[in-house]
T-cell receptor
Framework: RKEVEQDPGPFNVPEGATVAFNCTYSNSASQSFFWYRQDCRKEPKLLMSVYSSGNEDGRFTAQLNRASQYISLLIRDSKLSDSATYLCVVPRGSARQLTFGSGTQLTVLP | GAVVSQHPSWVICKSGTSVKIECRSLDFQATTMFWYRQFPKQSLMLMATSNEGSKATYEQGVEKDKFLINHASLTLSTLTVTSAHPEDSSFYIC????????????FGEGSRLTVL
């Protein structure tokens, strides 16, 4: 099993749609989780951390299910500017070394 | 906020030459920096962990003699791709942590290497 596995994508959705991405991780001892977004040919940028109780930041909601070792990202009211690749990220231990999922590509269509 | 800068942002070189990529933390000291590589349509893969004043720690399968890492100061780490070949063409990205507070990681803008 891969350390971090994501929905294969790509997702093509109309503006205003709600879209959800899923991610599973293999290390049950992992303590922190992140979603990053990466635009084409750019560096990844932190979108949001994922907290145990779930958290929301505007149109974005992240959920964590430790029992199933599963993380999700929900985007509501999609905007054209949300088009990017979304990366599920799990740090390895406490060394700040990140393991990235393969990413899910989102295209929001006008 | 903290910024990490990479240079050059893109480079084209001939096969067999060596290329040096710099990663600088601009407004904080970074004891540790990380080097990643991303091939087209793939995710970022950690190559090595660069420690200031000591040897880098390489991930399994990454040749330390081919990818030379030097972290001589708290604000600069360099990655040298020696005797580059076309298969080394990739997007190389560094990251650094201020190590304070939440220890947020900051990424450089990336360096796109094309080996002809």
């Amino acid at each position: 099993r891969k350390e971090v596995e994501q929905d294969p994508g790509p997702f093509n959705v109309p503006e205003g749609a709600t879209v959800a991405f899923n991610c599973t991780y293999s290390n049950s001892a992992s303590q922190s989780f992140f979603w990053y977004r990466q635009d084409c040919r750019k560096e990844p940028k932190l979108l949001m951390s994922v907290y145990s109780s779930g958290n929301e930041d505007g149109r974005f909601t992240a959920q964590l299910n430790r029992a199933s070792q599963y993380i999700s990202l929900l985007i509501r009211d999609s905007k054209l500017s949300d088009s990017a690749t979304y990366l599920c990220v799990v740090p390895r231990g406490s060394a700040r070394q990140l393991t990235f999922g393969s990413g899910t590509q989102l295209t929001v269509l006008p | 906020g903290a910024v990490v800068s990479q240079h050059p942002s893109w480079v084209i070189c001939k096969s067999g030459t060596s290329v040096k990529i710099e990663c600088r933390s601009l407004d904080f000291q970074a004891t540790t920096m990380f080097w990643y590589r991303q091939f087209p349509k793939q995710s970022l893969m950690l190559m090595a962990t660069s420690n200031e004043g000591s040897k880098a720690t390489y991930e399994q399968g990454v040749e330390k003699d081919k990818f030379l890492i030097n972290h001589a100061s708290l604000t600069l780490s360099t990655l040298t791709v020696t005797s580059a070949h076309p298969e080394d063409s990739s997007f190389y990205i560094c990251s650094a942590s201020s190590g304070s507070g939440t220890g947020e990681l900051f990424f450089g803008e990336g360096s796109r290497l094309t080996v002809l």
